[in-house]
């Protein structure tokens, strides 16, 4: 609901920026409403993407999985061992009183079971834990990816669905290298097993059974089918509705002040409304398939029992082989039976997966193959040589813009809301490319260089500052991890964070609060301040700074600002007009043109538009230092506001 910038300049924005896609159109944008009664189209998972992403999973993981492997046949074999004795117990101990064969029978069963105990267990340690592992891995990769993905992309996604894709979907993987997968194979290998040891025992009641189950696996296919595309969406909508909480829980203090707590409640009322429609409809699917195999199951017992007993009569089969064929024919029929549930949780893994390929698939910024030049230490001569920009195709927001900043000048854009001041900042950050022209830095043209060596020379300070839930020294840290002390008192003292935060108990260790909700709008700027001064940078943005604080506040961090200007190229948008009034240039942006362009005793004497823009907001209140363009409207008889 409310989203911001970091302000650093060691990597770019995570998260959607203030230099957003104002042109971007609604209808263009994925459904924004936890709550939309347009449900997403059931998609199903794309299996060309996924068993090659699969296999690169297992692949590192060979070894693994082959010894897992040959300890699960070992399992399934041992498992196998106490129904196989029975016929011997039966037919040769209580049939034929040979009790010498007991101990026999009693100590291979007991070695058999302890076996299968033991491989169990080195099964679930091996395979359960490697199983995290690879959540873990996968959750790294994607955040990773994430954050090397361009700022549209966060245009258009929200950062709670983001957290859910990142999070949530590849949950179930961990059955593709756990023990979903180990009693998938097991399952078949027992149900292979049972079926040779079977027809060994009687071939007529093997095959009989034999084809119904298969007649019984065409329609588990089918369902599987069916099901699949369930679990897909069901990513998606529970994405969907932790955006949207997220952004409730982060918006709750303006959510109290409108008195919309109901409003809210409704909207993730009607998005858990549909995810459990969802949800649902799984279950059905998975109860449908679940009275099949009950069906199927009885089915096969009965046929069992009369072929068995009139085979038993006709002396074709023992008493003992009889109960050995029942017990080993639960032994085919109960994995194929738990197919359903294992198929189930494989599908979902392969939902999950499907959906982490897709995020990993979105192309990251520098992948261009222009990308090529790497800057160094940047004198910070900006230009713009005929830029034009749009966010969409054939509707441009920017036409033809051509102005040049020198290193250690400060060039202020000023403009009506909507005017293209933020997109030419956004320009200047590298979160978008030009159409047409060039965007040149130290005459290098910036589509070609790799944003990570132009970034970590670029410094943002935000209207809006975000600050981590964690320490006052952790948040000024974070543009630059290893400064030494001296370093960081300096950047403190400089910025004014020392005055407040040495009075507080904890000191610099005070924890802030999530996006700094423990300290004043004014303890929160200095700190972004702080944080800038720090990083050093050699081209600086300057995005509204202070232009929601008190006159108290702006002239207390005012100072720490004319530091970090010093030396550097400074852009700044919508400042007080006491920064704007010292700006070596001044741009005055309307419509996507630089309509008027000079210092500003120049373009006051002009008496154009930045005359027209100044005269109105100083006009409004002596002391309320507005940016020129950015104050409420006056309506004058003699002119027209544009």
Known sequence: MFRQAYTSNKMPSIGPSSFGAPGMKAADRPSRGAGSSDAPAKQKPNLNRVLPEMWQLMKPRRLLLGGSFLLMVINRASGLVLPASTRYLIDNVMGQHLL???????????????????????????????????????????????????????????????????????????????????????????????????????????????????????????????????????????????????????????????????????????????????????????????????????????????????????????TGGYVTYVMFLAFMIAPIVQLVSIGTQLTEAAAGLDRTSELLSEQTEDVEPGRIHDLGGLRGEVAFDNVTFAYDPGKSVLHGISFQ?????????????????????????????????????????????????????????????????????????????????????????????????ERFPEGYETIVGERGVKLSGGQRQRLSIARAILADPRILILDEATSSLDSESEAMIQDGLNHLMKGRTTFVIAHRLSTIRRAEQILVIEAGNVVERGTHESLYALGGRYYDLYTRQHGLETNLFLAPGEGDKIEEPETTEV
Do not use: W
């Not at 994430?146 to 979907?169: H, K």
């Open 100 to 318: 010498s064969q007991l101990p026999l029978i009693i100590g291979v069963v007991v070695t058999a079971t302890a076996v299968q105990g033991i491989t169990s267990y080195t099964l679930t340690q091996l395979l359960s834990k490697e199983g995290q592992r690879l959540i873990a891995e996968l959750r790294i990769k994607a955040q990773q990816h994430i954050g090397r993905l361009p700022v549209a992309f966060y245009d258009a996604n929200r950062t709670g669905a983001l957290v859910a894709r990142i999070m949530t979907d590849v949950e179930g993987v961990r059955n593709l290298i756990g023990t979903g997968i180990i009693d998938f194979l097991g399952g078949l290998l027992t149900a292979l097993f049972a079926f040779g040891y079977l027809i060994h025992l009687s071939v007529q009641m093997t095959v009989v059974t034999f084809i119904i189950l298969v007649i019984f696996g065409l329609i588990l296919q089918r369902a599987f089918k069916t099901i699949r595309p369930i679990f897909r969406e069901r990513s998606k909508i529970n994405s969907e509705v932790t955006g949207r909480l997220t952004e409730s829980l982060g918006g709750v203090r303006v959510i109290k002040g409108y008195h919309a707590e109901e409003s809210e409640a409704r909207v993730f009322a009607a998005g858990a409304h549909r995810l459990l429609a969802n949800v649902i409809s799984s279950l059905t699917a998975q109860s449908l398939m679940s009275l099949a195999s009950t069906v199927v199951l009885g089915v096969v017992g009965a046929l069992v029992m009369y072929l068995g007993a009139h085979q038993v009569v006709d002396a074709r089969l023992t």
């Open 405 to 501: 900043s020198h290193p250690g000048t400060v060039t202020a854009l000023v403009g009506s809301s909507g005017s293209g001041k933020s997109t030419i900042i956004s320009l200047v950050c590298a979160f978008h490319t030009a159409t047409s022209g060039q965007v040149l830095v130290d005459g290098v043209d910036l589509a070609t260089v790799r944003l990570a060596s132009y970034r970590s020379q670029l410094g943002v300070v935000l209207q809006e500052t975000f600050l981590f839930d964690g320490t006052i020294r952790e948040n000024i840290l974070f543009s630059h991890p290893t400064a030494t002390k001296g370093q960081f008192e300096e950047a403190c003292r400089i910025a004014r964070v020392d005055e407040f935060a």
